[in-house]
Each structure stands twice: as structure tokens, then as C-alpha cells.
């Protein structure tokens, strides 16, 4: 029995390896005559180069290949071939000024997780309308008036830490997003709703990133459901303010009151999408940041210094803390804007980014087929020396001079850049405000490793145990 299993096998492996290089040979006899295919390695037949970029740490693929190839080679990952892009102008060529040549490409199950009507999934009109009213919800007009409200968020998050027990930081963070999230989607939501959605969402968040498959028990069949849930809360929240007749200017409000040149609405499932669309782009991503900012400046001890002379300034002039920030001494921490720039670079957690080409695109002489992905790699971008001087060394100052054009994308370029830069960045400046003039955190056990959940994040999510600081009593 055994015999005839791996006699199977063999014959098996025979006829795809076969299948697979006489679809390799008709792809390059069609291509012959026009721009050859960039450099690299499409690795074993379906899986490509999958198991070597999962095997280790990503960045250190690219770097690899970067290295080998050059800044345009191709491989294959998850039966997907692809071009990696790891140079400024590739990258500007795809997501700017050539985008109208490449979509955005998400998996099946991820897109279904999100709900389909979530803006990123789109382009045209219905991309362009959603996301200015993302942007008019999260606008510095906007921003300015959330202030106290994500100084309070802060203020509670980190008062639960400062017992001197070990908390995972990276999970603290993701409490302190979250609730950032909710208040720039709906205001001041009542606390029944909040804990339910908060309960739903963790669910989501657990089951995203799990083997895709319906067996009931499993985690993704469990975060369908709490995404189903997740629609029927929205509703209600919908219902709910429709009856009180207070638009307000959150995003639910934007949502709520938009109307198309026929004067159509947005359906609910179209609203429930964009809802979670966002609190999903807006969580992990800043908690990841947060984690590494708290990582960088407690291993700079002369840095941290100089932050809390800065820091203290302001919390002096609001006699101890004892007044509220304001957007104005937000806008003027010229030290503590750096070290969040020079934190977004180092940690780069969004590395790369994919689009789908639509058509066959020549970029410099290659050939990007159509139906390939193209990924532009911000991380190997941010760390290349030519653009960033001794790129492992944490050095904010770098950035008193403004780097070269389309060298620096924490926050992705071109139509689909991120909405939500500035939000991410205030939530940044206040936690760094409350963290140096109140508190001392020693990390526990860290040594530098880092693990992918899916944004790079310090291991174990930063140990780190936190004390009020006596000597500010
Ligand atoms: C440090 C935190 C953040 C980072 C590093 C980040 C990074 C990014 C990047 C690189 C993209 C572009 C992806 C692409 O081109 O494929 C993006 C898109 C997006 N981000 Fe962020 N983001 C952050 C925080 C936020 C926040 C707080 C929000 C909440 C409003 C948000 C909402 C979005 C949305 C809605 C999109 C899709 C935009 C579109 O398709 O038009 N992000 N983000």
C-alpha cells in the first residue's frame, strides 16, 4: 500500500513539475519579441519561493534578492507571480504615475473578512468618494477638535499599566487604538455599543490572519460570524442616530449624510464595510508603531533625555499636566515629530505593498505581464544607504533635512496613501507627551527579535513594566 501511495507521489510531482515548466516555455515564447521579464527566481513549481520568504524574516528575503538582482527582479509567491520594485522611481511609477495600469489585489478570504465595499478594494469614482469623506472625517479642522478626547484615551490606557506588573505593550496598544478608532468612526458611542463591537472585533482581529476555511470551530468560521455580528451592531448604531437626527461630523456622520450626483446613499453594508475597513487599517498598524517608538527611545537614553526636556516644557506650561494639550503645543514638538518620523522608517511596518497589473506594462526596459502583482518594497527603500546614511543606526536628526522625493512611504504614496497619516501621528505625539513626563518603563527580556502578527511588532510584544514617575508628584 505504502509502494503504490508514493509511486502516486512520484507520478504526481512528474506531470505538475512537467505541466509546470511547458506553461513557463508557451509564457516565454509569448513574450519573446517584446521587453524580457526582470532578473530572479520563480522557485518550485506552484509554491514559487513561498517556503524561503516564510522561513525567515522577510525583510532578509529582500534584501537577498535586492542584492543579487537588483532593484527589479520577479519570484513567486503563493502560486502568484510577482515583481518586486525596491527603487523610488519604481515605485512612484506604480502607485503614482502609472497607477491607472494596476489595481489593488487583496486575497478572496481577506477582502470577505473586511466586508467588499471597504475603499481599499476599489478605484474610480466610488474609491475617490469614499475616501474624501474618510479624509473630511480625520481633517486637521477635525483632528484639532479630537485632541482632549484622544488625551483622555491616553491617559486611562496608561494608568492601568502602572501597577509595576509585566504587560504586554503591543497588546496595550491595540486597547489604545482601538478606542482612538471608534472615536474618529463615531463620536462619543454609547458604552453598550462600544463593548459589543470591541467584543466582535477581537474575534475578527483573532481569526483574520488563520487558515481560510468553513469548518465550524475553527478560528476563521468563528470571525465570520463575529464579522456577521459586527454588521448587525453597525445597523443598529445606524437606526439609532438616523431616529435622533444628529449627524455629526465623524465618520458615521460623513457616511451617513453622503448623497452621489443621483442623489443615491451609501447602503448600509456599504457603510458597515468602510466602518470596519478602517478601524482594521487604523488598529494594528499605530499599535505596532507605538510598541517601537516606546522600544527606540528607551534603548537611546541620551535621546529620551532630550524628549523630556521637551516634553516637560509643555507639560509645565499646562501647570503639571494639570490643563490639557493643546493642537497648537501638538504642532510645535519639533524633537518628538523627528523621532516619529526616524521610528517609521526603522520599524517600517507596512514593508511593502502589492497592486495587480491590469494590461501588459514595460517599466525600464522589463516586462510586467498582465495579471502579475507588483510589490513595491518600502522597507528595502527606507533602509538602503544610498537614500538613509548607516540605515540600521536610530538617528532622528536625519530628518531635519527632508529626504530625497519618494524615498521615504511609511504612509504608502498616491491614490490609495494612507487617510489616516496624521491621525496616526497625533495619537503618536500624544502618548509620547504622557509617557516621558509621567512615567519611568523598564523592558523585560527583549533582544531585539521581532515577530510578524502580520506588522513586524518587538517579540512577545514588548515586556515592559511601567511606574509613575515620583519625582513629577
Ligand atoms: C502608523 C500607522 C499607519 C500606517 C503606517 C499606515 C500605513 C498605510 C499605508 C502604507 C497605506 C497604503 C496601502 C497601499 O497603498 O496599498 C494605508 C492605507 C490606508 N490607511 Fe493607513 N496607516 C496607518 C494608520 C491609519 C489610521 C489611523 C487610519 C484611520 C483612519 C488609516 C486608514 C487607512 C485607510 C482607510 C487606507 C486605505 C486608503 C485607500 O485605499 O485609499 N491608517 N495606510
Given at each position: 500500500?505504502?509502494?503504490?501511495?508514493s509511486t502516486?507521489?512520484y507520478?504526481?510531482?512528474f506531470?505538475?513539475?512537467a505541466?509546470y515548466?511547458?506553461?513557463?516555455?508557451k509564457?516565454?515564447?509569448k513574450?519573446?519579441?517584446?521587453?524580457?521579464?526582470?532578473p530572479g527566481s520563480m522557485?518550485?513549481?506552484?509554491i514559487?519561493e513561498t517556503l524561503?520568504?516564510y522561513?525567515?524574516d522577510?525583510?532578509?528575503?529582500?534584501a537577498?534578492k535586492?542584492k543579487?538582482?537588483g532593484?527589479?527582479f520577479?519570484?513567486n509567491?503563493l502560486?502568484?507571480?510577482?515583481?518586486?520594485?525596491?527603487s523610488p522611481e519604481?515605485s512612484?511609477?506604480v502607485l503614482?504615475t502609472?497607477?491607472?495600469l494596476?489595481?489593488?489585489?487583496?486575497p478572496k478570504?481577506?477582502?470577505?473578512?473586511?466586508?467588499p465595499?471597504a475603499?481599499?478594494?476599489?478605484?474610480?469614482n466610488?474609491?475617490?468618494?469614499l475616501?474624501k469623506?474618510?479624509q473630511?472625517?480625520?481633517s486637521p479642522?477635525?483632528?484639532?477638535?479630537l485632541?482632549?478626547?484622544?488625551?483622555s484615551i491616553?491617559?486611562s490606557?496608561m494608568e492601568t499599566w502602572?501597577s509595576g506588573?509585566v504587560i504586554?505593550t503591543?497588546h496595550?496598544?491595540?486597547?489604545?487604538?482601538?478606542e482612538?478608532?471608534i472615536?474618529?468612526?463615531?463620536?462619543?458611542?454609547e458604552i453598550k455599543?462600544?463593548n459589543a463591537?470591541?467584543?466582535?472585533y477581537?474575534?475578527?482581529d483573532k481569526g483574520y490572519?488563520?487558515f481560510?476555511?468553513?469548518?465550524?470551530?475553527t478560528?476563521y468560521h468563528?470571525?465570520i460570524e463575529a464579522?456577521k455580528r459586527?454588521n448587525?451592531?453597525?445597523?443598529?448604531?445606524i437606526?439609532?442616530?438616523?431616529?435622533?437626527?444628529?449627524?455629526?461630523?465623524?465618520?458615521?456622520?460623513y457616511?451617513?449624510n453622503?448623497?452621489d450626483?443621483?442623489?443615491?446613499t451609501?447602503?448600509?453594508?456599504q457603510i458597515?464595510?468602510?466602518?470596519?475597513?478602517?478601524l482594521?487599517?487604523?488598529?494594528d498598524t499605530?499599535?505596532s508603531?507605538?510598541t517601537?517608538i516606546?522600544k527606540?527611545?528607551?534603548d537611546?537614553?541620551?535621546l529620551l533625555?532630550?524628549?523630556?526636556?521637551?516634553q516637560?516644557?509643555?507639560?509645565k506650561?499646562?501647570?503639571r499636566?494639570k490643563?490639557?494639550?493643546?493642537?497648537a503645543?501638538t504642532?510645535?514638538?519639533?524633537?518628538?515629530q523627528?523621532v516619529?518620523?526616524?521610528?517609521l522608517?526603522m520599524?517600517s511596518?507596512?514593508?511593502?505593498?502589492?497592486?495587480?497589473a491590469?494590461?501588459d506594462v514595460e517599466y525600464d526596459?522589463?516586462?510586467i505581464?498582465k495579471?502579475?502583482?507588483v510589490?513595491?518594497?518600502f522597507?528595502?527603500?527606507?533602509?538602503?544607504?544610498?537614500?538613509f546614511?548607516?540605515p540600521?543606526?536610530?538617528?532622528?536628526?536625519?530628518?531635519?533635512?527632508?529626504?530625497k522625493p519618494n524615498t521615504?512611504m511609511p504612509?504608502?504614496s498616491?491614490?490609495h496613501?494612507?487617510?489616516?497619516?496624521?491621525l496616526?501621528?497625533?495619537?503618536?505625539l500624544i502618548?509620547i507627551?504622557?509617557?516621558?513626563?509621567?512615567?519611568?518603563w523598564?523592558?523585560?527580556?527583549?533582544?531585539?527579535?521581532?515577530?510578524y502578527s502580520?506588522f513586524?511588532?518587538?517579540?512577545?510584544g514588548?515586556?515592559?513594566?511601567?511606574y509613575k514617575?515620583?519625582?513629577n508628584q
Amino acid at each position: 500500500m505504502e509502494n503504490i501511495v508514493s509511486t502516486l507521489v512520484y507520478i504526481l510531482l512528474f506531470f505538475s513539475t512537467a505541466l509546470y515548466y511547458y506553461l513557463s516555455k508557451k509564457q516565454e515564447r509569448k513574450n519573446k519579441g517584446r521587453a524580457k521579464l526582470p532578473p530572479g527566481s520563480m522557485g518550485w513549481p506552484y509554491i514559487g519561493e513561498t517556503l524561503q520568504l516564510y522561513s525567515q524574516d522577510p525583510n532578509v528575503f529582500f534584501a537577498q534578492k535586492q542584492k543579487r538582482y537588483g532593484d527589479v527582479f520577479k519570484t513567486n509567491i503563493l502560486g502568484c507571480p510577482c515583481i518586486m520594485l525596491a527603487s523610488p522611481e519604481a515605485s512612484r511609477f506604480v502607485l503614482v504615475t502609472h497607477a491607472h495600469l494596476f489595481k489593488p489585489t487583496y486575497p478572496k478570504s481577506k477582502e470577505m473578512m473586511i466586508g467588499p465595499w471597504a475603499l481599499f478594494f476599489h478605484e474610480g469614482n466610488y474609491h475617490t468618494h469614499l475616501r474624501k469623506l474618510v479624509q473630511s472625517s480625520i481633517s486637521p479642522e477635525a483632528l484639532r477638535k479630537l485632541v482632549p478626547d484622544i488625551e483622555s484615551i491616553v491617559i486611562s490606557c496608561m494608568e492601568t499599566w502602572s501597577s509595576g506588573l509585566v504587560i504586554n505593550t503591543f497588546h496595550e496598544m491595540k486597547k489604545l487604538s482601538f478606542e482612538v478608532g471608534i472615536l474618529a468612526i463615531f463620536g462619543r458611542l454609547e458604552i453598550k455599543y462600544k463593548n459589543a463591537l470591541k467584543e466582535n472585533y477581537s474575534i475578527v482581529d483573532k481569526g483574520y490572519n488563520s487558515f481560510p476555511t468553513k469548518l465550524p470551530g475553527t478560528a476563521y468560521h468563528k470571525a465570520i460570524e463575529a464579522r456577521k455580528r459586527l454588521n448587525q451592531i453597525i445597523r443598529e448604531i445606524i437606526w439609532e442616530t438616523k431616529e435622533k437626527k444628529i449627524l455629526d461630523k465623524d465618520l458615521l456622520g460623513y457616511l451617513l449624510n453622503y448623497k452621489d450626483e443621483r442623489g443615491q446613499t451609501l447602503t448600509e453594508d456599504q457603510i458597515a464595510d468602510n466602518i470596519i475597513g478602517v478601524l482594521f487599517a487604523a488598529q494594528d498598524t499605530t499599535a505596532s508603531i507605538l510598541t517601537w517608538i516606546l522600544k527606540y527611545i528607551h534603548d537611546e537614553h541620551k535621546l529620551l533625555e532630550a524628549i523630556k526636556i521637551e516634553q516637560k516644557a509643555i507639560y509645565k506650561l499646562n501647570n503639571r499636566g494639570k490643563q490639557p494639550l493643546t493642537w497648537a503645543q501638538t504642532r510645535n514638538m519639533p524633537l518628538t515629530q523627528k523621532v516619529i518620523l526616524e521610528s517609521l522608517r526603522m520599524a517600517s511596518i507596512i514593508s511593502f505593498t502589492f497592486r495587480e497589473a491590469v494590461t501588459d506594462v514595460e517599466y525600464d526596459g522589463y516586462l510586467i505581464p498582465k495579471g502579475w502583482k507588483v510589490m513595491p518594497l518600502f522597507r528595502n527603500i527606507h533602509h538602503n544607504p544610498e537614500y538613509f546614511v548607516d540605515p540600521k543606526s536610530f538617528d532622528p536628526s536625519r530628518f531635519e533635512v527632508a529626504p530625497k522625493p519618494n524615498t521615504f512611504m511609511p504612509f504608502g504614496s498616491g491614490a490609495h496613501a494612507c487617510p489616516g497619516n496624521e491621525l496616526a501621528k497625533l495619537e503618536m505625539l500624544i502618548m509620547i507627551h504622557h509617557l516621558v513626563t509621567k512615567y519611568r518603563w523598564e523592558v523585560v527580556g527583549s533582544k531585539g527579535e521581532v515577530q510578524y502578527s502580520p506588522f513586524p511588532v518587538p517579540l512577545d510584544g514588548l515586556p515592559a513594566k511601567f511606574y509613575k514617575d515620583s519625582t513629577n508628584q
